[in-house]
């Protein structure tokens, strides 16, 4: 037990047990824990993300470097004499000292060159430098473990001495900006090149001027919000009929209706498109919103929503001369908001998402009428060697829902509190 005494003799004294005290370090370790959990969970999966919108951002060859990097970067260059384009920098080693040098000349072939009886001691010089031994046309060879090799001469400490070839590679030369005079030979693989964290924006001005990607999203915003006026409309009209309006067969006609649900879509593509051929809608962006403004799912959500609003509301609108139209319009919709939005971030996400049916009703080569999944797809293609553009348009997909379903979160969470499931 630990007593704590107050200062003050008609404070009451406060007991507090050891155990009780071990639980509480035990309840934040867990809750330390669990939040740590969590945050790692988190960064996994905003990950893929985030690469895909800092690599939207980065310029063509930061694309490929080697290690790969997350942040956008590109190459400093600096301004040379007698060059007509700026030099790259690298970082490059000079007397145990790194410096900033500028590459002002790539693919210099460097030859590697052993003393046969030392082949262990190489030399790296250009093999503009190195002249064959008995000339280019009786160059004289050696035999070394079975194998003919060709002599060089190699000019060694003012000396000239006959070598073989071990090796061939490629080096850049590297002059000091400040200090002409310094001059050095590295693999330009190899060297570190001079970077700073940037972006660049004008990919997506790119990306949507390449094979009409702007004319897709156009297309993409109109098939979209049609969609989603079209499901908002007549799912409250269903909704309100068969939550509010007497029929005959009402019940049966709602399970029906309901059961369409259960239908494969992939059973209804074949006799869709062949309606849409004998329509005349084929390859039309009309065939990519009428066939989908009726959804069986909106109108259950929304009668479902409709039976939680007490009838003594509606009686009381009827009584004073209210029509139907009138208390669906004043009464229901207003209190079906959270619904609504709802409904209206699903179809949203869906619509904006869709690539199947476009891909079977629109045609490959009609690119007025193509939608934002299949210019990506397209772009996949002809621009698979520029993943910082594949990535700009995967971001431009991406972006708009992800904005809708932050900004419509709060509703989910309302519609959920405020209505209940009712026969």
């Not at 155990?19 to 939040?35: C, D, F, G, I, N």
């Not at 897709?216 to 098939?223: A, D, E, I, P, Q």
């Not at 109108?299 to 929503?305: A, E, I, V, Y």
Request: aromatic share 10%; glycine share 6%.
């Amino acid at each position: 037990m630990i007593t704590v005494r107050g200062k003050d003799p008609g404070v009451q004294n406060t007991v507090v047990s050891r155990p009780e005290v071990q639980r509480t370090w035990l309840h934040r370790l867990r809750k330390l824990a669990l939040y740590a959990l969590l945050t790692i969970m988190a960064l996994v999966m905003i990950f893929p993300f985030l690469v895909m919108i800092f690599t939207s951002l980065k310029v063509p060859s930061d694309t490929f470097s080697y290690p790969p990097r997350l942040l956008p970067q590109e190459q400093l260059t600096v301004v040379m004499p007698d060059m007509d384009e700026p030099a790259p920098l690298f970082n490059i080693e000079v007397d145990g000292e790194k410096r900033q040098l500028a590459l002002v000349q790539d693919n210099i072939r460097i030859g590697i060159y052993a003393d046969p009886n030392a082949l262990e001691v190489t030399y790296s010089l250009p093999v503009r430098e190195v002249k064959p031994t008995g000339g280019f046309m009786d160059q004289q060879t050696i035999t070394i473990d079975g194998k003919e090799q060709e002599l060089w001469d190699v000019e060694v400490n003012g000396q000239v001495v006959q070598m073989i070839q071990t090796g061939l590679t490629a080096y850049g030369r590297f002059v000091d900006p400040n200090d002409p005079s310094v001059e050095v030979l590295a693999n330009v693989r190899l060297s570190e090149p001079v970077t700073r964290v940037t972006a660049r924006p004008q990919n997506y001005t790119e990306v949507l001027q390449l094979n009409g990607l702007g004319r897709s999203l156009t297309n993409t915003m109109l098939v979209t919000i049609c969609v989603v006026l079209g499901q908002l409309v007549t799912s409250v009209s269903g909704g309100y009929a068969f939550a509010r309006l007497r029929f005959p067969g009402r019940d049966v006609v709602f399970v029906l209706y309901l059961g369409t649900m259960m239908i494969p879509f992939v059973v209804l593509i074949m006799p869709l498109y062949q309606l849409m051929v004998q329509i005349g809608w084929s390859d039309r962006l009309v065939a990519l919103i009428l066939p989908w403004i009726f959804t069986a799912y909106g109108t259950f959500l929304m009668r479902q929503f409709f039976l939680t609003i007490p009838r003594e509301i509606e009686e009381a609108a009827l009584l004073d001369g209210a029509s139907r139209l009138e208390i669906l319009w004043r009464l229901f919709i207003p209190a079906a908001v959270p619904a609504l939005a709802t409904l209206a971030t699903f179809t949203f996400l869906y619509a904006w998402n869709s690539f199947f049916w476009p891909l079977v009703i629109i045609n490959t080569g009609n690119t007025d009428n193509h939608v934002l999944t299949l210019s990506l797809n397209v772009l996949r293609g002809r621009a698979a060697d520029s993943p910082n553009l594949v990535l700009a348009g995967a971001a431009i997909s991406v972006i708009p829902p992800m904005l809708i379903f932050i900004l419509a979160q709060r509703f989910f969470i309302e519609s959920a509190t405020s209505s209940g499931v009712k026969g």
